[in-house]
């Protein structure tokens, strides 16, 4: 069966860097985009960008330029999100999710979460 | 940015209730428009996507309906797994953007 695995719960400092990783089984890796939407504490979902599988080219939401970096491992069907220079306000629960290349499909897997803390 | 706004953000109800929750965009979308639900501590779960269509293993007391900018999402007959916070969400251009969550509460 399809899913996506996350690493656990982080706790940082302001101004350090996170690593999250999300691990995909049961499915062609490569034949599916990797999104990453995050959650911060009792508040709705926003999409944060995505990472082409095939190709390893990501894209960025904009309000988070310059400090997240999408990676992919393949060999072990693992995307990764990396954010660095961390602030209080990105404290949310991290979410990857899978999308098919079909324009306007929905996001039909999630992983189960990460929670990032970022608190001095 | 498409923004997408949610009505109500909030409702009670009870077990055998039918409910309605709407989905308005700021611009057409045409039919590109997916329903999700949230459970606390869990993550999203797809009911509905491409407005109407019900993904597979999603109860049929679950029903979208919509086009263009004005979109609902119905649950006919609400069970007691039910109770959760429902979003919409556009794929008809980046950013994907959620409405803020619809909270139907006992």
């Known amino acids: 069966q399809v899913q996506l695995v996350q690493s656990g719960s982080e706790l940082k400092k302001p101004g350090a860097s996170v690593k999250v990783s999300c691990k995909a089984s049961g499915y062609t890796f490569t034949d599916y985009a990797v999104n990453w939407v995050r959650q911060a504490p009792g508040q709705g979902l926003e999409w944060v960008g995505w990472i082409n599988t095939n190709t390893g080219k990501p894209t960025y939401a904009q309000d988070f330029t310059g400090r997240l970096v999408f990676s992919l491992d393949t060999s072990v069907s693992t995307a990764y999100l990396q954010i660095s220079s961390l602030k209080a306000e990105d404290t949310a629960v991290y979410y990857c999710?899978?999308?098919?290349?079909?324009?306007?499909?929905?996001?039909?897997?999630w992983g189960q979460g990460t929670l990032v803390t970022v608190s001095s | 940015d498409i923004q997408m706004t949610q009505s109500p953000s909030s409702l009670s109800a009870s077990v055998g209730d039918r409910v309605t929750i709407t989905c308005l965009a700021s611009?057409?979308?045409?039919?590109?428009l997916n329903w999700y639900q949230q459970k606390p501590g869990r993550a999203p779960k797809v009911l509905i996507y491409f407005a109407s269509r019900l993904q597979s293993g999603v109860p049929s007391r679950f029903s979208g309906s919509g086009s263009g900018t004005d979109f609902t999402l119905t649950i006919s007959s609400l069970h007691p797994d039910d109770f959760a916070t429902y979003y919409c969400?556009?794929?008809?251009?980046?950013?994907?953007?959620f409405g803020q969550g619809t909270k139907v509460e006992i």
């Open positions: 999710a899978r999308v098919t290349d079909r324009y306007g499909d929905p996001f039909d897997y």
């Open positions: 969400q556009q794929s008809y251009s980046t950013p994907p953007t």
């Open positions: 611009q057409s979308i045409i039919s590109y």
